[in-house]
């Protein structure tokens, strides 16, 4: 069974970056698809991104695109979400997650890793 550990959150100003990591183990990252998610206080969990098993392709939300990157390192067997143009609207806890399937998709994902914390100030 694959387990997900996340990394990376914190506190940054608005404007700023950070990189999260969603490292794999039990199998290789390479043969999951793999979701990004968060959650704010007081909000449903809403879908991020994620990085399809099929090829690699990604997806990812109309609220990240073009500020967030997801990108895959099977050496390190580990799941990237790189945070760039933070707005204090992205402080959330984000999660990483993986369901056995070829496509990114927004549901069906089957395990899912502890979340870390990410705060952005104005």
């Known amino acids: 069974q694959v387990q997900l550990v996340e990394s990376g959150g914190g506190l940054v100003q608005a404007g700023g970056s950070l990189r999260l990591s969603c490292a794999a183990s039990?199998?290789?990252?390479?043969?999951?698809?793999v979701g990004w998610f968060r959650q704010a206080p007081g909000k449903e969990r809403e879908f991020v991104g994620g990085i399809a098993r099929n090829g690699g392709a990604t997806y990812y939300a109309q609220s990240v695109k073009g500020r967030f990157t997801i990108s895959r390192d099977s050496a390190r067997n580990t799941v990237y979400l790189q945070m760039d143009s933070l707005k204090p609207e992205d402080t959330a806890v984000y999660y990483c997650?993986?369901?056995?399937?070829?496509?990114?998709?927004?549901?069906?994902?089957?395990?899912w890793g502890q979340g870390t914390h990410v705060t952005v100030s104005s």
């Open positions: 039990g199998r290789f990252i390479s043969t999951v698809t």
């Open positions: 997650a993986v369901r056995f399937g070829d496509v990114v998709d927004t549901v069906d994902y089957n395990v």
